[in-house]
């Protein structure tokens, strides 16, 4: 049974009361007030800033206007909702491994004062590896997401995700930082920024995150299950790992840093591994019985 039957099966989409337009045009506005008089940048960069530079670079395929969105490994689920509360989309589901997604709801109520989940807004927990369902939806997006994907599973990940596209469908895909650029370790909370993960061995990492004064217990577990359960792929691995379950890149974005590894780091990585520290991709599920004859909403 696929995640969304499972989900289906619970009534939770079945039972959602049919689209009521006056809901939309009410939490929208409620959203826009909270967007301008706001002072929490971070919540903003996702509710808001995140859904806005994927708009941009959907827009030549027709934006997010009518479209069905899987936002897979949603975290919280507030990029999910910026997305639900600011464009005129179908509907949005969000899935993640862990139970963030339940926290959405009393995020979005008491920080943005809306009643509750938009309508057509899904968020759930899901198992690792849970299929996704077919043919069900016309864009994915994935941010900061597959650089946690367990390595022996990604490519299959990646493939469920095209899976779950219709033919035509589009994949936002994200990773930023990089395994082997400067903060790839994700230990900014101890201060790492400079390639120390790959300049100490593992004990010394280890010992510093077990070391800093201003962490909780929890907070060191956290991080040391985050950064040993990172999968290190590369710019090239994911661009091939895309291009193996048959994705097409219609655009892609490789940012470096402006940092210069160290000669003792060149001697042992690859140059371009240790500067990309983004990797940005826009990618195309054929439509393979449409050659020629493109979808409207998919033409340049
Ligand atoms: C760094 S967070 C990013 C969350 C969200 N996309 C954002 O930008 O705020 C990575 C998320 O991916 C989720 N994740 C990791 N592996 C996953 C998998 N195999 N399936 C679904 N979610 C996954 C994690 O639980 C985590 O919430």
Redesign the pocket.
Known sequence: MSFLEAVRSDGLLVSRPARIDEHRVSDRNTFLDWKKATSDPLLLR?LST?PEIIESWIAPYGGFSGREVL??????G??AAGIALQYDVTRVVG????D?PARCEPLLMEKIGIGGLPDHLTLAQ?E??ALLGEQEFDLVI????LE???RD?LRQ?IADLWTALRPGGLAFVQISPLYFSPEGSHLWAIGYGGWEHLLRQTSEVLADIEAAPHLTTEAKDRLVRLYSTLNRVTANELTAHCDAVGFEVVRQQRDRTEKTPSACLTEAYCVEALTTDQIVLLLKKPDLSNEGHPHPSNQA
């Open positions: 996702k995140l936002d897979f490994g949603c975290g919280f507030e990029t899935v993640d491994v862990q963030k899901i690792k590896g994935s941010w900061s997401v946690h994907v367990q599973s990940t």
